[in-house]
């Protein structure tokens, strides 16, 4: 075992995202409204355009950025529901968490409050409420 691995089993689990991505939607729709914004105006200002040229043709340029915005809003609408009801799952576990030991000799992790070990491979089972005998 590498002290890589072990450090990745005792460490706390984070989120697979950071939560200041789940704005980038919202970067993204601001970006492609601006650039829109101005691909129109420097269309409306040649030569006897139509309406429909001016606020269709530049979907080319940012109809990726819209795309990809709205993606992004619609995907951090979830996340942001998914944490509001994992948040006191992962309070409890938290304190759960720092009341273990690891122990280097017998390469075990403790509670000993509890009087429960296991193998460093299991803490996140643990820490997230598969304890033995269901104490706390």
């Given at each position: 075992m590498s002290r890589t691995q072990l450090?990745?089993?005792?460490?706390?689990?984070?989120?697979?995202?950071?939560?200041?991505?789940r704005n980038n939607g919202y970067i993204l729709l601001l970006a492609a409204a601006l650039t829109h914004l101005v691909v129109s105006l420097?269309?409306?200002?040649?030569?006897?355009?139509?309406?429909?040229?001016?606020?269709?043709?530049?979907?080319?340029?940012?109809?990726?950025?819209w795309g990809?915005?709205?993606?992004?809003?619609?995907g951090s609408y979830g996340a942001?529901?998914?944490?509001?009801?994992?948040?006191?799952?992962r309070e409890k576990a938290l304190t759960v968490w720092e009341?273990?030991?690891?122990?280097?000799?017998d390469n075990v992790v403790f509670e000993p409050e509890v009087g429960v070990s296991f193998h460093p491979s299991e803490t996140r089972e643990y820490i997230f409420g598969f304890r033995a005998g269901g104490q706390r």
């Amino acid at each position: 075992m590498s002290r890589t691995q072990l450090a990745v089993w005792l460490s706390f689990p984070s989120r697979h995202y950071t939560p200041w991505a789940r704005n980038n939607g919202y970067i993204l729709l601001l970006a492609a409204a601006l650039t829109h914004l101005v691909v129109s105006l420097v269309i409306a200002m040649g030569q006897d355009p139509e309406w429909g040229e001016v606020l269709l043709a530049p979907f080319c340029l940012t109809g990726l950025f819209w795309g990809f915005g709205l993606l992004n809003v619609l995907g951090s609408y979830g996340a942001r529901k998914r944490d509001s009801v994992e948040a006191p799952a992962r309070e409890k576990a938290l304190t759960v968490w720092e009341g273990l030991y690891y122990c280097a000799r017998d390469n075990v992790v403790f509670e000993p409050e509890v009087g429960v070990s296991f193998h460093p491979s299991e803490t996140r089972e643990y820490i997230f409420g598969f304890r033995a005998g269901g104490q706390r």
